[in-house]
């Protein structure tokens, strides 16, 4: 078996160089080896998730024909979606408004309600999976699958305050 010596040239004042040789270089490539392997396998493992670009790249959301929204969906609801606090407004033509708050970040985007599907204007989407007067819980199915409660809230109480002015307007 041959090992690879190293050996690096340190210049010094006079034109003599020396030699050193350093064995921990030998270690150093086998970090990196399993620190690539690690990344390549984690990447693969995230490449079987579903990933919100895919839909906000293939935008669907104006081709998308709303239909009228339950009666049960149909008013203001507020809930937690991660950090983010979220609200939706629907009417019963299903159409609506969607807002969301989190630290210095306050949107509101355009919604459609089609099949039991809520879709927002950045193209992506939540699965309705349940809807009573007073519990809305969605699904977003990106990344393992993230749920999210709602309750109703029309007096905008649990909104943020950018969300309350924006959907009591």
């Excluded at 049960?72 to 407004?89: A, C, D, H, K, Q």
């Excluded at 630290?103 to 309600?113: G, L, M, S």
């Amino acid at each position: 078996m041959t090992k690879t010596v190293y050996l690096y040239a340190l210049p010094f004042l006079t034109k003599e160089y020396t030699f050193i040789y350093l064995p921990h270089i030998e270690g150093l490539k086998g970090i990196l080896m399993k620190i690539k392997i690690i990344g390549l396998t984690i990447l693969l493992a995230l490449a079987g998730c579903a990933s919100p670009l895919n839909d906000m790249l293939n935008n669907k959301f104006v081709s998308i024909t709303p239909q009228l929204t339950p009666e049960s969906l149909v008013g203001i609801w507020s809930g937690n979606m991660g950090p983010y606090l979220t609200s939706f407004s629907f009417r019963g033509d299903g159409y609506g408004i969607f807002c969301y708050s989190y630290a210095t970040a306050d949107v509101t985007q355009k919604v459609k309600y089609s099949n039991n599907i809520i879709y927002i204007q950045d193209g992506t989407k939540l699965e309705i999976e349940v809807s009573t007067n007073d519990l809305l819980v969605v699904n977003a199915n990106y990344f393992g699958s993230n749920k999210s409660t709602f309750y109703r809230d029309k007096d905008l109480k649990e909104a943020s305050q950018f969300c309350a002015k924006k959907l009591s307007s």
